[in-house]
C-alpha cells in the first residue's frame, strides 16, 4: 500500500557480495510486494557488455518454503556529458588594410599579431 524504505546491510559470503534487504516480518498469506533496487556497482571497466545479479527470495516463516530466485542481466552503459568552451586573446584583432606580412622572415611578430586559443573539455 504505502512506500517504505528498506534496511538493507551489504555483507561478503563465500567470495561473493551479498546485499540482505528485510522485506517485513510478519507479511500476510498472499501479500504481493513490489520492490526497487537502486544499486551502485563499481569497478565496471572489466566487467564486459553486461553484470548479472542474481535475486533470492526467502522466508524465515517457513523452514520447507521453497527458494525463490531469478537472474537478472544488466547492459553495461558508459555515457559521458561533455562541454567545449573556448577564448581567443585578444578577442579581437584588426590590421590595417596596407599590411603586408614579411613571407620569409622568422619572426613570428612580422607575421602579425598573435593569437592565442584557449580550450576547456
Request: aromatic letters at 2%; proline letters at 6%; hydrophobic letters at 35%.
Amino acid at each position: 500500500q504505502g512506500q517504505e524504505k528498506l534496511s538493507c546491510a551489504p555483507r561478503k559470503e563465500n567470495g561473493t557480495h551479498v546485499v540482505l534487504c528485510e522485506l517485513g516480518n510478519p507479511m500476510k498469506a498472499g501479500a504481493q510486494i513490489t520492490v526497487e533496487l537502486e544499486l551502485s556497482v563499481s569497478g565496471l571497466e572489466d566487467a564486459g557488455d553486461n553484470v548479472t545479479f542474481q535475486l533470492q527470495l526467502q522466508s524465515k516463516n517457513s523452514p520447507s518454503s521453497p527458494n525463490t530466485s531469478v537472474t537478472v542481466t544488466v547492459p553495461v552503459e558508459a555515457q559521458a556529458t561533455m562541454e567545449l568552451r573556448g577564448t581567443s586573446l585578444p578577442a579581437t584583432t584588426v590590421l590595417p588594410a596596407e599590411w603586408h606580412g614579411a613571407g620569409d622572415s622568422q619572426r613570428l611578430e612580422d607575421r602579425g599579431v598573435r593569437v592565442e586559443h584557449v580550450y576547456q573539455v
